[in-house]
């Protein structure tokens, strides 16, 4: 089977997991072309892993932009499936003339799609993020007969579900991969119950052998928090609860691995509240992760809102306890007090106490991090995710009902 995997934007440092998906399926025995709607900026491009994939992806839009995206489109209009999705597009589009223009824009890139999948012989067409790049996918199965699947996240696509029909893409598509049931149950607010059988749970995944023994030098603690420096990950929080915990006594490095359009503001609190020990890593790739990770007192991820964070599950199979807020569906990887410490989000003296009872425990961050590694190993290891992955595109394209997940209820 071939199949052709679409992303917004691929390969991105913030989305490794999507990457490690598509290796795996390769491993598998699946031929995987990896399509982008746009080029990745060059600052993602943090390791080697990300450059050869950078290399080997097909880009829509600069196609679309060359005379070739023209000959495409003009060969289309002869085609009685693009009229139909076309029509599928306007009845689609988010209302108003701005909404209209874009999804005639996303036409005219699932028209390109469509072309390169039809000339590569794509069996099946697979996108991960359910907002643009899936209303392309959903146009170009339309145009193609190509059919098509995608991987529902959240949380952000459940804020505007009427805006991107996700009711229409569930109805279309052939299965949904649901990253928890948190995200499945959401699914099934915005979608008929005729199309719940479809929904299966198929968890984002890390590969645990990345992540070996510890090596957590002896000295001063270091807290870590790897993500995106946006509004929605709550870093003032942790910058402000750092600050108090320093301020009664405490003393540990901190380390933000990432980059963001919050970035300036977040060093500009820094340095208001005095804080020292406070390192800006930017991007880094997965090795690199993996090494900082190796020695680290614990992870710290004060999200206002979440799918299920991936960095937390690198941090379980590297042993690292961690500290994150109690939403969506983090508590179906982080169980409270076991694998790591769930609390209100926003709420900076909770944090407080959980960071600090950390700080102050050796014995417990180790007890925290062996069973953290032991969940992930259960339910988060993306070789055994992938295989479920490949089976249902795989049962879908023999005409078989995948059935229940294997050690499903």
């Known amino acids: 089977m071939k199949i052709a995997y679409l992303t917004g934007e691929y390969p991105r440092a913030t989305d490794t997991f999507i990457q490690r998906e598509v290796a795996q399926l390769r491993k598998l025995g699946f031929e995987v072309e990896t399509c982008s709607i746009r080029r990745t900026d060059a600052a993602h491009l943090v390791g080697p892993e990300q450059r050869e994939e950078a290399k080997q992806t097909f880009h829509v839009l600069p196609a679309f932009a060359s005379l070739r995206g023209l000959g495409t489109l003009l060969r289309?209009?002869?085609?009685?499936?693009?009229?139909?999705?076309?029509?599928?597009?306007?009845?689609?589009?988010?209302?108003?003339?701005?909404?209209?223009?874009?999804?005639?824009?996303?036409?005219?890139?699932?028209?390109v799609l469509a072309d390169r999948m039809q000339a590569h012989g794509i069996t099946h067409l697979h996108n991960h993020i359910a907002k643009a790049s899936c209303t392309v996918a959903m146009l170009a199965s339309r145009i193609?007969?190509?059919?098509?699947?995608?991987?529902?996240?959240?949380?952000?696509?459940?804020?505007?579900p009427h805006h991107w029909r996700l009711d229409e893409k569930i109805a279309r598509a052939q299965f949904v991969a649901c990253i928890s049931h948190f995200c499945r149950s959401q699914a099934m607010v915005f979608s008929a119950p005729e199309h719940w059988a479809k929904l299966h749970i198929v968890h984002c995944g890390v590969e645990p052998d990345r992540y070996g023994a510890r090596d957590r030098p002896s000295g001063r603690a270091s807290v870590l928090f790897v993500g995106r420096l946006a509004g929605v990950k709550g870093v003032p929080v942790l910058l402000r609860t750092c600050a108090a915990l320093r301020a009664s006594g405490l003393e540990f490095d901190l380390t933000l691995v990432g980059d963001g359009p919050e970035r300036a503001s977040h060093e500009a609190l820094v340095s208001e509240l005095g804080l020292t020990g406070v390192t800006f890593a930017g991007y880094q790739s997965q090795s690199?992760?993996?090494?900082?990770?190796?020695?680290?007192?614990?992870?710290?991820?004060?999200?206002?809102?979440?799918?299920?964070?991936?960095v937390l599950m690198e941090a379980m199979a590297a042993q690292v306890p961690v500290v994150t807020t109690r939403i969506a569906g983090v508590p179906e990887l982080v169980e409270d007090g076991v694998s790591g410490l769930l609390v209100p989000p926003g709420d900076d003296v909770a944090l407080g106490v959980a960071m600090s009872s950390l700080l102050d425990d050796a014995d417990l961050r180790a007890r925290m991090g062996a069973a953290g590694r032991e969940k992930v190993l259960a339910e988060f290891d993306i070789a055994q995710e992938a295989a479920w992955l490949g089976h249902l595109v795989t049962a879908h394209h023999e005409g078989r009902t995948p059935g229940l997940r294997p050690g499903a209820a």
């Open 76 to 111: 289309n209009l002869g085609r009685g499936s693009f009229w139909g999705a076309l029509g599928l597009a306007w009845r689609t589009a988010p209302r108003g003339v701005k909404g209209r223009l874009y999804n005639l824009i996303y036409l005219a890139e699932a028209a």
């Open 288 to 310: 690199r992760v993996a090494e900082l990770l190796a020695g680290a007192d614990m992870l710290v991820l004060p999200s206002f809102a979440e799918g299920v964070p991936v």
């Open 144 to 160: 193609s007969g190509i059919p098509f699947s995608f991987t529902l996240h959240g949380p952000d696509i459940f804020f505007e």
